[in-house]
C-alpha cells in the first residue's frame, strides 16, 4: 500500500514475540497495560491465547519504507465470538442462515478485556492515521477472503477514522468512576446523597462482619501462594457461570513477572487465609477492574473488593477514573456513571453489511437514550453540596 510520503508494508504474524518489545511499545505507549507488549505475550505464552481458545494471533505491523514499524494492532483470526463482549452472534447466524461463511474473521481486540482504549497503535511522529491503517486492514482482509475485521473498546477517534475508511459505527456502555480530585474515600460519600451515602457505608460495615481482613497487594508482594488461591477462585466462578476458563494458571505468574507494580490485587482474608480477591491493573490515569472470584458467599464482599476498594485505591494514587468492567447497572448506585464504548466493523458482503449498518443505526439511538435514562439513576447529589 501507499501512504501520502512514503510507501508502507503491512505483514502479519503469528506470536507476538516475533515482534521486538522495544516496536511494539514504541507504538503502543505506556498508558494502558492492555496494549504492551507484556501483557499480550503473557496472554500467548501461558496458553490462554492461542489455539486452544480458538484466539490465533495475526498482529498486524506497518512499516514505512525504510522497514522501521510506525504502527501495530494486536489482531486475532477467531472461529468463534467469544471472550469479546461485543455480540455479533446474530450477525453470523443470519449470514450463515443464506449460505454464507462467517468465520474465521479477524479481531483487532486484547482476548477477554473488555477494557477501552487504544487498538490503532501508531508510533508518535509517524505519518499515518486510524483510516490509514484501517484501509491497511480492508485490504488484508479482502486478500485473506475472510468475511470480516472488528475493531473492538477502541477510541472515539479510532472509531471516526475507521468509518472514514468504510467501517460501521457500533456504540455499546459500561459504568466508570471518575475521580473529581477527592481527598479521601469519606470526601466522595459526600458528594453523594444522603440515602446512598448511609447504603454504602452499610455495605463496607457489613462486608466486614465476617471478621474479614483486607489487604492490597502490588507486584511482587503478589506471591504464588496468593495466584493458587486466586486462580482457584477464577476458576469457580467461571464453572458457576457455565463458561470457559480461556486464563491458565501460568498467565497470572507471568502477568506478575512482566507486569510488576501495574498489577493490583485485592485481597481478603480470613484467619490468614485468603477467601475472595479481585484482580486490576494499574494504567497511567485509570485503574482497570478485571477479574474476581470467592471461595463461599460473603455479603457486599464482592462491592468492597471490586467498587470501594478500587475507588480508594484510585484516590490514594490520583488516578482519575476506573473502569470496572463490563455490564453492571448495579454499578451506578455505588458511584460508577454509564460511559460509552465504541467499535468498528467492516464487512466483505455488500448484503450483510448493509443489513448490519440498519441495524446498527436503529441500535445507536437506542443506546444513548438507555444511557441518558440511566444517568438519571445517578448517585449524586444534584446541588454539589452536603446534607
Not at 480458538?54 to 505491523?61: C, E, S
Not at 448495579?330 to 460509552?340: D, E, N, S, T
Request: glycine share 10%; charged share 25%.
Amino acid at each position: 500500500m501507499d501512504g501520502d510520503t512514503a510507501p508502507l508494508s503491512l505483514s502479519l504474524h503469528p506470536a507476538i514475540n516475533e515482534i521486538a518489545a522495544a516496536d511494539w511499545d514504541g507504538c503502543a505507549g505506556d498508558a494502558n497495560p492492555f496494549v504492551s507488549h507484556a501483557f499480550l505475550s503473557a496472554l500467548e505464552d501461558s496458553g490462554s491465547a492461542g489455539a486452544r481458545t480458538g484466539w490465533l494471533p495475526r498482529h498486524a505491523v506497518l512499516r514505512d519504507g525504510a522497514g522501521a514499524v510506525v504502527a501495530v494492532a494486536p489482531m486475532y483470526a477467531k472461529s468463534h465470538s467469544y471472550g469479546e463482549y461485543v455480540f455479533d452472534h446474530g450477525w453470523a447466524q443470519a449470514f450463515e442462515r443464506a449460505g454464507g461463511q462467517y468465520y474465521p474473521k479477524l479481531q483487532v481486540a486484547v482476548p477477554f478485556s473488555p477494557v477501552p482504549g487504544p487498538r490503532l497503535l501508531i508510533r508518535a511522529g509517524a505519518e499515518i492515521d486510524a483510516e490509514t491503517f484501517g484501509r491497511a486492514l480492508i485490504d488484508c482482509c479482502r486478500q485473506l477472503d475472510l468475511s470480516s475485521v472488528h475493531v473492538t473498546f477502541c477510541s472515539q477517534p479510532e472509531q471516526e477514522g475507521l468509518v472514514r475508511a468504510g467501517f460501521l459505527a457500533r456504540l455499546g456502555k459500561q459504568f466508570h468512576w471518575h475521580n473529581q480530585g477527592y481527598r479521601d474515600f469519606e470526601d466522595f460519600l459526600a458528594a453523594l446523597s444522603s440515602r446512598k451515602r448511609k447504603s454504602i457505608r452499610r455495605e463496607r460495615r457489613d462486608a466486614l462482619a465476617a471478621g474479614l481482613d483486607l489487604r492490597t497487594l502490588r507486584g511482587a508482594a503478589i506471591t504464588a501462594r496468593h495466584w493458587d488461591a486466586f486462580y482457584g477462585f477464577y476458576t469457580d466462578t467461571i464453572d458457576r457461570k457455565w463458561g470457559s476458563a480461556y486464563l491458565t494458571r501460568g498467565f497470572f505468574d507471568l502477568l506478575s513477572q512482566r507486569l510488576g507494580e501495574r498489577v493490583v490485587l485485592m485481597l481478603a482474608e480470613r484467619d490468614g487465609e485468603p477467601v475472595a480477591a479481585a484482580l486490576n491493573l494499574m494504567g497511567e490515569d485509570a485503574l482497570y477492574g478485571r477479574n474476581w472470584g470467592s471461595s463461599g458467599e460473603y455479603r457486599f464482599l464482592h462491592f468492597e473488593l471490586c467498587y470501594y476498594q478500587a475507588i480508594e485505591f484510585a484516590i490514594a494514587h490520583g488516578l482519575a477514573r476506573v473502569e470496572a468492567g463490563a455490564q453492571g447497572e448495579h454499578k451506578i448506585q455505588r458511584g460508577y456513571l454509564p460511559a460509552v464504548t465504541h467499535s468498528a466493523h467492516w464487512i466483505a458482503h455488500r448484503g450483510l453489511r448493509e443489513a448490519v449498518a440498519g441495524f446498527l443505526d436503529r441500535e445507536r439511538p437506542a443506546v444513548l437514550a438507555e444511557m441518558e435514562e440511566l444517568a438519571g439513576l445517578s448517585p449524586f447529589r444534584r446541588d454539589g453540596g452536603q446534607d
